[in-house]
């Protein structure tokens, strides 16, 4: 039975990702500040770890204390707009706390890691889908600091034997359909549990940001994917690790629109979302989504939430019986 290590697994998508491997038979050690994860949402077979990329102490006594097959690295700062606003932080916290990781990892001979990536370090799309072959060009601190990272792996490879896949993802969504875990940001920035917010008035409205893109109803295409299907990427990723070194793409493929999300919302929750229109925000491009095919091919990866309808539903039942 491997044991690997899920930096980060107190978080969203890393919670979802520890129940997911714990299911299928790995023994799994959860490390996480805390500063943005919440220790409810580690699983009680999973072993806890309190610890911090920026302090090394506390990655040495990990390591000496466990022997990991494999690590995934969920844990970095994500606020786009706070990253614009404080990139001390995120390059920091990102940047510097992942050569932490890698150094200790070195030294206590570990040399498998997924890595958490994200499709922002691709900037404004040149073309939709978007492939892992297209120009990447980010255009804002967050994005950068994940190019950054995933630059550092390519070397780290080619110098040292370093075996890694890093997951471009596109919009995380949704919920464990059990309803024991969810999405529980502080302050909350995705559009999903926004509207569902709004819904249950806890929000005086949803603000949509510009109701003019070239898109046939007006508002932004995205790809949303479903957390449990980027759970069991990472899953497929860890297997992987070894036959494979690089990046691939995590999305459904299916662009939908801001107004899409919203009706559907209304759909599941048989409730009216309050909405306001606001000015387009700088850089957002009109259509955003994923050519998935790499993550197809090497992973064989299939995800099993192509409807929206399906994911903002196991979103509702999160919200309707959040317990943190």
Known sequence: MSKVLI?????????????????????????????????????????FELADLMDKESLQKLFTKHKFDAVVHFAAYSLVG??????????????????NLL??????????????????????????????????????????????????????????????????YFNAAGASPEGEIGES??????????????????RENIKVFGNDYNTPDGTCLRDYIHVDDLALAHRLAVEKLGEYNGFI???????????????????????????????????????LYADNKKAKEILGWNPQYTSIEKIIKTAWNWEINRRF
């Open 82 to 99: 706070e990253s614009v606003g404080n990139p001390q932080k995120y390059y920091h916290n990102n940047v510097i706390g992942t050569l």
């Open 185 to 202: 940001h502080n302050p909350e920035s995705h559009l999903i549990p926004l509207v569902l917010k709004a819904i249950k008035g806890e």
């Open 7 to 47: 930096f980060g697994g107190a978080g969203y998508i890393g919670s979802h990702t520890v129940k997911h491997f714990l299911q299928n038979g790995y023994k799994c050690v959860v490390a996480d500040n805390l500063v943005c994860g919440h220790r409810e949402a580690v699983p009680q077979q999973a072993e």
């Open 103 to 168: 150094d200790v990892m070195q030294e206590n001979k570990v040399n498998k890691i997924v890595f958490s990536s994200t499709c922002a370090t691709y900037g404004n799309p040149q073309y939709v889908p978007l492939d892992e072959k297209h120009q990447q060009s980010p255009i804002n601190p967050y994005g950068q600091t994940k190019l950054v990272i995933e630059k550092i792996f390519e070397d780290y490879a080619k110098a040292y034997g370093l075996k890694y896949i890093a997951l471009r």
């Open 249 to 287: 793409n995590l999305g459904t493929g299916i662009p939908t629109s801001v107004l899409e999300i919203i009706k559907t919302a209304e759909k599941v929750s048989g409730k009216n979302c309050p909405m306001l229109y606001e000015k387009r925000r700088d850089g957002d491009p009109d259509v």
